[in-house]
């Protein structure tokens, strides 16, 4: 089954990094774009980036561009997401995503990220 686990997160303060990551299994990682998305307190969960299966192209929510950077390793079955020059407002739970096919979607346990003023 498709397994999604994510590492990284942690407490940092406000400009600070931190760089997560989200190893996948259970799928064929090559062909399916990947995504992050992230649920603050009290929230809706909120879109974060995606790459498309090549890493060739990524999508920002506004709130993240220019800060955040997705990536994606294909031999490791893993993706990234490079977050600098962090911001209090950017603390939350963010999660690793797929969908396969149409409509099956797949989550993570999700990593904590507090930021600090």
């Known amino acids: 089954q498709v397994q999604l686990v994510e590492s990284g997160g942690g407490l940092v303060q406000a400009g600070g990094s931190l760089r997560l990551s989200c190893a996948a299994s259970?799928?064929?990682?090559?062909?399916?774009?990947m995504g992050w998305l992230r649920q603050a307190p009290g929230k809706e969960r909120e879109f974060v980036a995606a790459?498309?299966?090549?890493?060739?192209?990524?999508n920002y929510a506004d709130s993240v561009k220019g800060r955040f950077t997705i990536s994606r390793d294909n031999a490791k079955n893993t993706v990234y997401l490079q977050m600098n020059s962090l911001k209090p407002g950017d603390t939350a739970v963010y999660y690793c995503?797929?969908?396969?096919?149409?409509?099956?979607?797949?989550w993570g346990q999700g990593t904590q990220v507090t930021v600090s003023s």
């Open positions: 995503h797929v969908r396969i096919g149409l409509v099956a979607d797949y």
């Open positions: 259970g799928l064929t990682f090559s062909s399916v774009a």
């Open positions: 790459v498309d299966w090549s890493g060739g192209n990524t």
